[in-house]
């Protein structure tokens, strides 16, 4: 997986995770709902993600599935983000994540639990 998605091929990637196989009018269809975008926009993201191998295309009928599970991608994301942002260090993320904002309870354990996981 060597792409990279606009924030516009990613909210069709969340259309598609969200629904699985669906035909391209429907997809069109949810992004025109969700983004006020014009049916040929929703149309022109996808045949790019269909390009570049993150969607595939099925006939008849224009059905398209993601090939790439969520979790990888956004985690695949937020790693490029923290090392581009942060120079790929997780505290000054964190640390800018909250910017003095306080974190519930559950969000506490969360970290921690994370934390944890990598000792």
């Given amino acids: 997986m060597e792409f990279k998605l606009s924030d516009s091929e990613l909210a069709i990637m969340q259309i598609l995770w969200d629904n699985g196989e669906t035909r391209a009018t429907e997809v069109a269809d949810i992004a025109k709902t969700k983004y006020d975008w014009e049916k040929n926009t929703g149309y022109t993201f996808l045949h790019r993600l269909i390009k570049k191998g993150a969607v595939t295309r099925r006939d008849p009928g224009f059905y398209c599935e993601a090939t790439v599970e969520r979790e990888s991608l956004l985690a695949r ?8 942002l942060f120079s790929g260090s997780i505290g000054q993320f964190v640390s800018a994540f909250f910017g003095g904002k306080a974190i519930s309870t559950e969000e506490k354990e969360q970290l921690q639990k994370l934390i944890d996981e990598q000792k």
């Fill in 77 to 84: 994301e937020a790693r490029e983000t923290v090392s581009k």
